[in-house]
């Protein structure tokens, strides 16, 4: 598999496409980012940009369906607030090392 390292590359190949959708992918609200997640899962590089996130050890922003924020890679974020009743208990962070597993058996 290759691995792509130009941010503008990962976004034209992908189901972003750039364009509108950048701000959700970088949004501090956690509707947005599960927004952004939803569409990275219909994306037909979604390994390739994950992989390439990875190895960046981004910062900030869903890549790969993953959202890195302040560097720590989660499965989802939790809005401001109590959980609501109906939230799932499930971890929300991500295990760097499960990740790349992941990238490497796609
Ligand atoms: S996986 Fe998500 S962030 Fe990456 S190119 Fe596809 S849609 Fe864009």
Same mark, same amino acid.
């Given at each position: 598999?290759?691995?792509?390292?130009?941010?503008k590359s990962i976004?034209?190949? %992908?189901? /972003?496409?750039?364009?509108?959708?950048? =701000?959700?992918?970088?949004? !501090? $609200?956690?509707? &947005?980012?599960?927004?952004?997640?939803?569409?990275? %899962?219909? /994306?037909?590089v979604q390994m390739?940009? =994950?992989?390439?996130?990875? !190895? $960046?050890?981004? &910062?900030?922003?869903?890549?790969?369906g993953v959202i890195?924020?302040?560097?720590?890679?989660?499965?989802?974020?939790?809005?401001?607030?109590?959980?609501?009743?109906?939230?799932?208990?499930?971890?929300?962070?991500?295990?760097?090392?499960?990740?790349?597993?992941?990238?490497?058996?796609?």
């Amino acid at each position: 598999m290759q691995t792509i390292h130009n941010i503008k590359s990962i976004y034209a190949g %992908g189901a /972003c496409g750039g364009g509108e959708n950048h =701000l959700l992918f970088f949004s !501090e $609200r956690s509707s &947005d980012l599960a927004e952004a997640q939803k569409i990275c %899962g219909s /994306c037909n590089v979604q390994m390739a940009c =994950l992989a390439g996130a990875l !190895e $960046r050890r981004e &910062d900030w922003g869903v890549w790969g369906g993953v959202i890195f924020w302040d560097g720590e890679p989660f499965y989802r974020r939790r809005g401001r607030g109590r959980p609501r009743k109906n939230e799932s208990s499930l971890p929300i962070e991500a295990n760097r090392a499960e990740l790349w597993q992941l990238v490497r058996s796609a």
